[in-house]
């Protein structure tokens, strides 16, 4: 007989055993067990990937692609009732907050985020707002630095108290390419096939794709344009 021997029921429960007598039992938190405090909360999310959930409140829903990549990271908080999340089978570091706190929730925000995209280093996304959205098409490229706020964290008022900054959302669509420090904020729209020059502040909805958009706030420097991931001296000249 083994002096000390380890049993593992179906449950995840470890046994330990010393000369055959149990002397201790633990169970192993699997790192993608989400964190929920509320009633009727649906999460979906794979077990490879770093994937963090948050949940305070009622009757959100929660669905990370099975496809995500290993090394992938996916941080979602959500403070509020009635929240969508979608994300897709991205490469990279994500950080999704919807409702700021316990303090602040918000309700039926809306997150849709396609597959094959990558992020260099962590894309915050924030929604402060209720009723607010962020859409995100196929393929995008994600570099450093960059915060996509879908609302304002606070008011600005008229003369005679009208809030002037209401949130409706942000929309990115497909093979959307999006430099280095860029601030893309509430109540935008960057079409297909767009690039978003470094350190550029985005402010408004742009119609035409293909464009380059840069400077603050940003403007079309250049229309008519095609991007790829592989570097310049990896593409083939055209004739």
């Given at each position: 007989m083994k002096i000390v021997s380890k049993e593992r029921r179906d449950d995840g429960t470890r046994i330990i055993k010393l000369f055959g007598l149990r002397v201790f039992a633990y169970q192993r938190k699997h790192k993608n067990n989400p964190s929920i405090c509320g009633r009727n909360n649906v999460v979906d999310v794979p077990k490879n990937g770093l994937v963090k959930?948050?949940?305070?409140?009622?009757?959100?829903?929660?669905?990370?692609?099975?496809?995500?990549?290993?090394?992938?990271?996916?941080?979602?908080?959500?403070?509020g009732d009635n929240?969508?999340?979608?994300?897709?089978?991205?490469?990279?570091?994500?950080?999704?907050?919807?409702?700021?706190?316990?303090?602040?929730?918000?309700?039926?925000?809306?997150?849709?985020?396609?597959?094959?995209?990558?992020?260099?280093?962590?894309?915050?996304?924030?929604?402060?707002?209720?009723?607010?959205?962020?859409?995100?098409?196929?393929?995008c490229m994600f570099s450093s630095g960059i915060n996509i706020r879908c609302s304002d964290a606070h008011s600005v008022l008229s003369a005679d108290g009208?809030?002037?900054?209401?949130?409706?959302?942000?929309?990115?669509?497909?093979?959307?390419?999006?430099?280095?420090?860029?601030?893309?904020?509430?109540?935008?729209?960057?079409?297909?096939?767009?690039?978003?020059?470094?350190?550029?502040?985005?402010?408004?909805?742009?119609?035409?794709?293909?464009?380059?958009?840069a400077g603050i706030p940003a403007r079309v420097t250049k229309e008519n344009i095609r991007w790829s991931r592989n570097p310049p001296d990896k593409m083939k000249p055209t004739k």
């Open positions: 959930i948050n949940i305070v409140g009622h009757d959100n829903k929660v669905v990370v692609d099975k496809q995500l990549n290993i090394k992938s990271c996916v941080h979602i908080n959500i403070y929240n969508v999340i979608n994300v897709g089978a991205i490469y990279g570091k994500l950080q999704l907050c919807v409702g700021a706190n316990v303090s602040l929730p918000v309700q039926n925000c809306r997150v849709v985020i396609g597959n094959d995209s990558s992020c260099a280093d962590w894309l915050n996304i924030l929604l402060l707002e209720s009723d607010s959205y962020f859409d995100m098409g196929q393929d009208a809030v002037l900054n209401r949130a409706v959302g942000v929309k990115i669509g497909n093979h959307v390419w999006v430099g280095q420090d860029v601030l893309i904020s509430k109540n935008t729209e960057i079409p297909d096939g767009c690039i978003v020059g470094a350190r550029a502040v985005v402010t408004k909805k742009f119609i035409k794709p293909n464009c380059v958009l």
